[in-house]
C-alpha cells in the first residue's frame, strides 16, 4: 500500500491562544446585563434588530453580554468590514473565532495566514474556471432532469425554497462528492442542516433528540460517509472536489490527511447548497414581485442561450448575463444568508478610536451594513441596478456588500454559485412566468446561516 507524507500545519500565533476568549472588553460602550444570561435570547430572536438598536445607541463597535459573563465585540458597517474581512496586520484568527463550532474542523474556514494559504492554493483548483466550464455541463443536466420532473402541468403552485435545496444538494453531491445520494439524499440534506443548527445551541450537550445531539449524529453519517471513499479516491482519476482533493498535494508533495478532506467536503457541500439555495429563492420571490426585472432577465437569457451553440446556456454567454448576476448580487444584499462572521483577536489593534484586546471575540455584521441607507439608498428595496458598472462611486459601498466575505478568505465558490444561479434562472425562466399566488412576504431568519420562515410559494405558469 502506497502512503504519501501528510501536510503539517504551518503554525502561527493564533493557534496558540487559548481556547477560552478574554471578557476583558468592559472598556467598551454597550448595554449591561444579566451575568446569567446576557443577551443571547434578545440577540437569537432578532439579531438584526438588536444590532441595529445597539449600533444607533453605542455607534460601530459594542460589547454584546452573554451566558456566564461573556463578552463578545460587534463591529457594524462598510469600515468594519474592510477592516476584519481584510485583516490587514493579521490581527484577527478564523480558528479561534470558530473554535467552538466543531462542524469546520480542520477545514479551510478554520485555517489561518500562511497555513490557509497553502491550504488555499491546494483547493483551489476545482473552483478556477477551467473546472468551472466542465461543472457547467454537470449543473445544465441535473437542472433538465430536476425540471421535467417539476413542470408537469401548464400552471402549478411549489414551494421553491424545498425544491431548489433539492436540487442545489444533488449538484453539490455530484460536483463536490462526485456521489448520487439516491435514497440517502434526505438523510444528508437533514444531517447537513443538523450540523448548521448545532453552531448556535447555547449549551453543547448530549441531550438525545436535542439539536446539539442531532448536529453531531449528522457529523457522525457525514463523515463515515466521505471517509469509507477515500482509499479508492486517492488512487482513483475522478475529476469531482472530493476525488481531487485526495489527490493533491503541496510543494512538498504532502497531501492532506483523511479528517481534513472530509472536513472540507463538508464545508464545500453546505456552502454549496445552503447558500445558493437561499440565493435561488430569494431571486425567484424578487423577480415575481417585479415583472419588468423578470421580463429583462428573461430576454437577456433568451438571447444568451441563442447566442450559445447547443440549447442551454453556455460558458462563455453566462458571463455576460449582466442583468442575473446584478439581481443576485441584489437578493444576496436583502436576504444575506450569512449575516455575521465571527473572529478571535491575535494582537490587540484600534478601530474608530476603540481598543480591541487580544483574545477577544469579535462578530462582523455584514446584514447591518447591507440594509444601511449610509451605504445603499432605499436599503430595503429591490434595485438591482446599484450594482451596474458606474453606479457604485463610493468605494464604501464596495466594502458594505459582503455575502461571500473579502479577502484572504474570501469564499472560492463565490464563481460556482454565480454560475449555478444563471443556468438555473436562464433553464427557469425560458420556461415558466413566476407569480406570488397571493399576499406574500419573504422573511429570513436563523444563525449562523438565514433560511425562509416558509417554503416560499410561488406559481408557475409555461410561456411559449
Known amino acids: 500500500m502506497t502512503t504519501f507524507p501528510i501536510r503539517q500545519r504551518i503554525p502561527n500565533d493564533a493557534y496558540s491562544l487559548p481556547k477560552k476568549p478574554s471578557k476583558a472588553v468592559d472598556h467598551l460602550p454597550g448595554p449591561e446585563a444579566n451575568w446569567l444570561t446576557g443577551h443571547a435570547a434578545r440577540f437569537a430572536k432578532d439579531d438584526a434588530r438588536y444590532t441595529g438598536d445597539m449600533t444607533d445607541l453605542y455607534g460601530s463597535v459594542f460589547k454584546l453580554p452573554l451566558p456566564f ?81 417539476v413542470f408537469e402541468s401548464e400552471e402549478q403552485e411549489i414551494e421553491m425554497f424545498p425544491a431548489v435545496k433539492s436540487l442545489a444538494l444533488g449538484i453539490a453531491a455530484e460536483i463536490f462528492a462526485g456521489m448520487d445520494l439516491g435514497r440517502d439524499q434526505e438523510r444528508m440534506s437533514s444531517a447537513l442542516a443538523a450540523m448548521l443548527r448545532m453552531i448556535s445551541v447555547r449549551l453543547p450537550l448530549r441531550i438525545p433528540g436535542a439539536a446539539y445531539d442531532r448536529g453531531v449524529r449528522g457529523h457522525r453519517f457525514a463523515t463515515a460517509t466521505f471517509e469509507s471513499e477515500i482509499p479508492a479516491r486517492r488512487s482513483g482519476t475522478g475529476d469531482d472536489v472530493f476525488s481531487r482533493l485526495c489527490r493533491a498535494e503541496n510543494e512538498a508533495g504532502e497531501r492532506l490527511a483523511d479528517g481534513e478532506i472530509i472536513d472540507n467536503v463538508i464545508g464545500a457541500m453546505i456552502a454549496g447548497h445552503d447558500t445558493t439555495t437561499v440565493a435561488i429563492a430569494a431571486m425567484a420571490y424578487e423577480l415575481a414581485r417585479h415583472p419588468e426585472w423578470q421580463e429583462r432577465v428573461r430576454k437577456d437569457c433568451e438571447q444568451a442561450i441563442a447566442e450559445s451553440p447547443g440549447k442551454a446556456v453556455s460558458f462563455e454567454a453566462a458571463a455576460g448575463l449582466e442583468s442575473v448576476e446584478w439581481c443576485a448580487k441584489e437578493a444576496l444584499r436583502l436576504y444575506s444568508p450569512i449575516r455575521y462572521v465571527q473572529r478571535r483577536v491575535v494582537t490587540e489593534f484600534e478601530f474608530e478610536g476603540h481598543r480591541i484586546p487580544k483574545n477577544a471575540t469579535v ?25 451596474a458598472p458606474g453606479e457604485n462611486k463610493n468605494a464604501l459601498d464596495l466594502d458594505a456588500w459582503a455575502p461571500f466575505g473579502k479577502g484572504p478568505h474570501v469564499c472560492l465558490g463565490m464563481g460556482f454559485a454565480f454560475l449555478e444561479i444563471k443556468a438555473f434562472f436562464c433553464a427557469l425562466l425560458t420556461k415558466v412566468r413566476l407569480d406570488l399566488p397571493h399576499a406574500y412576504s419573504l422573511e429570513v431568519k436563523g444563525l449562523p446561516v438565514s433560511m425562509p420562515t416558509n417554503g416560499v410559494p410561488m406559481r408557475l405558469t409555461r410561456i411559449g
Open 69 to 149: 459573563g461573556g463578552r463578545a465585540v460587534v463591529m457594524t458597517g462598510a469600515a468594519a468590514n474592510r477592516r476584519v474581512l481584510g485583516n490587514p496586520g493579521k490581527v484577527l484568527s478564523n480558528h479561534h473565532g470558530y473554535a467552538q463550532a466543531k462542524l469546520f474542523g480542520d477545514s479551510i474556514v478554520t485555517r489561518d495566514f500562511e497555513d490557509h494559504a497553502e491550504l488555499r492554493k491546494i483547493i483551489a483548483p476545482p473552483f478556477a474556471k477551467p473546472a468551472l466550464r466542465r461543472h457547467l455541463e454537470v449543473i445544465q443536466r441535473l437542472i433538465g432532469e430536476h425540471f421535467d420532473v
Open 363 to 387: 462578530l462582523l455584521s455584514m446584514h447591518h451594513s447591507h440594509h444601511n441607507a449610509k451605504y445603499f439608498e432605499s436599503p430595503e428595496c429591490f434595485r438591482p441596478e446599484r450594482f
